[in-house]
Structure formats: structure tokens, C-alpha cells
């Protein structure tokens, strides 16, 4: 199983940037398929974006599309989100997980998370 390290995240202003790490080990992290989610104060878990293991691949939640971007390192056994114009709204604690197979947006079929990272907008 691989295991995630996540570093980055933390406070911005609105319209501000942010970048998340996700640093892999274990499994051979290069065919691990690679999701974001983030969780708000009670609020569901929700699906942010994924990229294939050949980074051939990615899509993006609606609520993040064009302002988000996901991208990986396979050298590097790392994971990245780019976050761009960000707005308070996007507060939440952000993780990553890995999954081997291809996309997929529920939380449930991924088996190995990261441990979260708070980012917090402020208006």
C-alpha cells in the first residue's frame, strides 16, 4: 500500500494562490491513480480532481475547474495541486489519495489517504 505525506496548504486571501504536495511511498506510486478531495466543517467529503497514473488523464470538479491544478511527479513520487483564485468558499481541510485503476470521484474506492491540510480563504 502506498503512503502519502502531505505538505503546503494554510491561510490566504481571497483571490490569493496555494500549492499542496502529496509525497508518496510504499507501492510503486508512478501506477497509482491520484485524487483531491476536501472536507468543510459539516460538510460531506467532496471530490476535487484526479490524474492518471501517466498523467494522461485528469478532470475536475465543476466547483473548481479552471481555478485548480492537478499535475504529479512521478519521478519525485509527488503529487501537486495549484490553486488559483481562491475564494473563502474553498475553505476546508484538503487531502489526497491514491487508488491504482483509473478515475474515479468516490472517496470510497481510493485506499490510501494523505492526513490533511488546512487551507483557510479569508474574505
Known amino acids: 500500500q502506498v503512503q502519502l505525506v502531505q505538505s503546503g496548504g494554510g491561510w490566504v486571501q481571497s483571490g490569493g494562490s496555494l500549492r499542496l504536495s502529496c509525497a508518496a511511498s510504499?507501492?510503486?506510486?508512478?501506477?497509482?491513480?491520484m485524487g483531491w478531495f476536501r472536507q468543510a466543517p459539516g460538510k460531506e467529503r467532496e471530490f476535487l480532481a484526479f490524474?492518471?497514473?501517466?498523467?494522461?488523464?485528469?478532470y475536475y470538479a465543476d466547483s473548481v475547474k479552471g481555478r485548480f491544478t492537478v499535475s504529479r511527479d512521478n519521478a519525485r513520487n509527488t503529487g501537486y495541486l495549484q490553486m488559483d483564485i481562491l475564494k473563502p468558499e474553498d475553505t476546508a481541510v484538503y487531502y489526497c489519495?491514491?487508488?491504482?485503476?483509473?478515475?474515479?470521484?468516490?472517496?470510497?474506492?481510493?485506499?490510501?489517504w494523505g492526513q490533511g491540510t488546512q487551507v483557510t480563504v479569508s474574505s
Open positions: 489519495a491514491g487508488k491504482m485503476g483509473g478515475y474515479s470521484e468516490w472517496s470510497r474506492t481510493y485506499d490510501a
Open positions: 510504499g507501492r510503486t506510486f508512478s501506477r497509482d491513480a
Open positions: 490524474i492518471s497514473w501517466n498523467r494522461g488523464f485528469t
